[in-house]
């Protein structure tokens, strides 16, 4: 039975999820396009899914898993055995522990300033307003020297977590790309190693195709 991705082409999380799973060579999951205009994620049957109402979620035969990067974690290591590894082996007690470490500065330090700003950026683009300029540049002030942070770490290794690329690097990609294309670029084009970061992982095949109908939704 293929995999079944619930999402929708406007949510960065669902990007997150779907891309990984290129990455992976699972061309034949199911994708299953939610209306949140329509209120299809807060039906009954999708709250049977996700009690929070959210997306993405993922089906695979009786299991249901939502939140991006569980969904990430699960199918990179069920099919890790098709690709190149998105994570260390389990039995990698080291190498796992420094991955989760990475994996954890992304949620922690990078995640929870992005998001925010990406969000309030979004918004204000569909209902043609705009952010208030303070509260712009009070999430960027937290926001820059955490990029300084890892552009400083990334000055010594080529990717997020290491020399090879990884789910940590995914993590990242949907919230870059979103700032980078909300006209928050120099963020990044003024870090050189970041820059160079982007210039490789925003060339990946299984990125172009996950990004497309981002592209499409967005007009970007």
């Not at 994620?41 to 939502?66: I, S, Y």
């Not at 260390?88 to 954890?104: R, Y």
């Not at 043609?128 to 990334?154: A, M, Y």
């Amino acid at each position: 039975m293929a995999l079944r991705l619930y999402g929708t082409a406007t949510s960065w999380n669902t990007l997150r999820a779907h891309h990984v799973i290129l990455e992976l060579g699972l061309t034949d999951t199911e994708l299953i396009t939610l209306s949140l205009a329509n209120g299809d994620h807060q039906t009954p049957e999708h709250l049977a899914r996700n009690p929070f109402g959210k997306v993405p979620v993922l089906v695979d035969g009786n299991l249901t898993l939502f939140e991006s990067r569980a969904i990430a974690r699960y199918v990179a290591q069920k099919y890790r055995n098709l690709a190149e590894p998105l994570m260390p082996d389990s039995a990698d007690f080291a190498n796992i522990g420094l991955f989760e470490v990475a994996a954890s500065v992304e949620l922690a330090h990078f995640d929870r300033l992005a998001e925010p700003l990406v969000l309030k950026h979004v918004l204000a683009r569909f209902q043609k307003t705009s952010v208030p300029e303070d509260e712009t540049l009070t999430t960027l002030k937290d926001l820059k020297p955490k990029l300084d942070i890892l552009n400083g770490i990334l000055s010594r290794q080529t990717f997020m977590a290491g020399e090879g690329f990884t789910l940590v690097d995914a993590f990242y990609m949907p919230l870059v790309y979103f700032l980078f294309n909300l006209g928050f670029q120099d963020l990044f084009l003024e870090r050189s190693h970041l820059k160079r970061w982007w210039e490789i992982v925003s060339e990946r095949d299984a990125w172009k195709r996950a990004v497309g109908p981002f592209r499409q939704a967005y007009g970007f």
